[in-house]
Structure formats: C-alpha cells, structure tokens
C-alpha cells in the first residue's frame, strides 16, 4: 500500500491566486481529514468526511476555502482567492477511526 | 482555549536513555489519548494510544501512562535511540470518530548518540 498520497508537495503562488491541493486516502478507509500545520497554530483540523460527506467544516478558516470528496479514492482543498497567511503545511490523512495515516504534506507558500 | 497542553517543548536525552514527555488535558469528555511521531518533512504518524480504562498501555519501547484523576498522560520512551528523534504529539478526542481530535503543541525530542 503506498500510504497517504498528497500532490503537489509544494505549491508556491501570489495572492489572489487559486490553489488546489489533492488528496487520494488509503483504500478502505471511511474518514478523510484536512489539518493545516503552522509554527504559531500547530496542527488544527479543517474538515473530516465519513464516507465521502462531509461531517464537520467548522474548522475551514473562512469561505475562501472549500473541500470536496467525489468518490472514495480522491478529495481536494481549494483555497481562492489565497492570501500570504494560508502559508502553512497542508496534510491529509485517513482511516476507519481516529487518524492514523497522514500523508507527506502539501507545503503551500503564498506571497 | 488550549485543551491539551504538552510539556517539555523540547527534550534532549542520550543515547539509551528514558525519554518522558507529559501532556495535561482539561476536558473530562476525552475519552481517547493517541501519540503521535512527526520526522521532519513527514506526516504525523500514529505511535500509540490509550483510552481512560486503563492506566497503562506498552508498545515495545513506547509506554503511555494515564492518570485519569490528575487529567494528565505521559509518553515514555525507553532506551531512546537517536532514530526516536522527532516531534511528538499528544492528543484527545471524544468518542471513537476522531472528528475533533486537539492536539498539544509537540515536543522536539533529540536523542544524542
């Protein structure tokens, strides 16, 4: 199994841009979640999905970010318009539970 | 509000040494305690956890120690080895989703050879 699989793992862009981050969980798995990584935040959840739905969103900073799930095997984080302090590592992760197995990270730079 | 608040936020130990790392948590709902290991460049990855039923739980060298009474956890390491060297994280969450899982702010562990 090849784990957690992230694309890209690095994403520089301007302000204003619109970025896509990509996500394909371990087969199987029924949870999907999104956590962003920052020195000053540490690491909070953005939303999680129970089989491909969406459950809990509370955690998105604001409408400028939005994710999707179409099917078991794929979802994406879509931030637009972008700003400088969505500058962080972006991870996904999966599981039957709890998270257990995250993937490598999209490092997102916004300038 | 921090929820989970992990202590020390870095640690250094030598070589065969026993690494502790606590975390101390507010909200009696808890009811799941995972550990987490970060390497640099990688995703957090599951070490071990425990629920509040038992005060103890060991995974080869990895022993979670949970006093419910005093709301707090701690990851002993033992015989730390300089491949331990990451960041670990506590954690809690209620119930069995993992939907909302806090996490503490992470000890940077180096074990000196």
């Known amino acids: 199994d090849a784990g957690v699989i992230q694309s890209p793992r690095h994403e520089v862009t301007e302000m204003g841009q619109e970025v896509t981050l990509r996500c394909k969980p371990i087969s199987g798995h029924d949870y999907l979640f999104w956590y962003r990584q920052t020195m000053m935040r540490g690491l909070e959840l953005l939303i999680y999905?129970?089989?491909?739905?969406?459950?809990?969103d509370s955690g998105m900073p604001e409408d400028r970010f939005s994710a999707k799930m179409p099917n078991a095997s794929f979802s994406t984080l879509k931030i637009q318009p972008s700003e400088p302090r969505d500058s962080a590592v972006y991870f996904c992760?999966?599981?039957?539970?709890?998270?257990?197995?995250f993937g490598p990270g999209t490092r997102l730079t916004v300038l | 509000q921090q929820q989970v608040k992990q202590s020390p936020q870095s640690l250094i130990v030598q070589k065969g040494g026993i690494s502790i790392i606590n975390c101390a948590y507010e909200?009696?709902?808890?009811?799941?305690f995972p550990w987490y290991q970060q390497f640099p460049g990688k995703g957090p990855a599951l070490l071990i956890a425990?629920?509040?039923?038992?005060s103890e739980k060991k995974e080869g060298r990895f022993t979670i120690s949970f006093n419910k009474s005093a709301k707090q956890f701690s990851l002993h390491i033992m015989d730390s080895q300089p491949g331990d060297s990451a960041t670990y994280f506590c954690a809690a969450n209620i119930g069995t989703s993992g939907s909302r899982l806090t996490f503490g702010e992470g000890t940077q562990l180096t074990v000196n050879p």
């Open positions: 999905f129970n089989n491909n739905v969406p459950i809990d």
């Open positions: 909200n009696t709902a808890f009811d799941y």
């Open positions: 425990i629920r509040p039923d038992v």
């Open positions: 992760a999966s599981s039957s539970g709890p998270p257990r197995f």
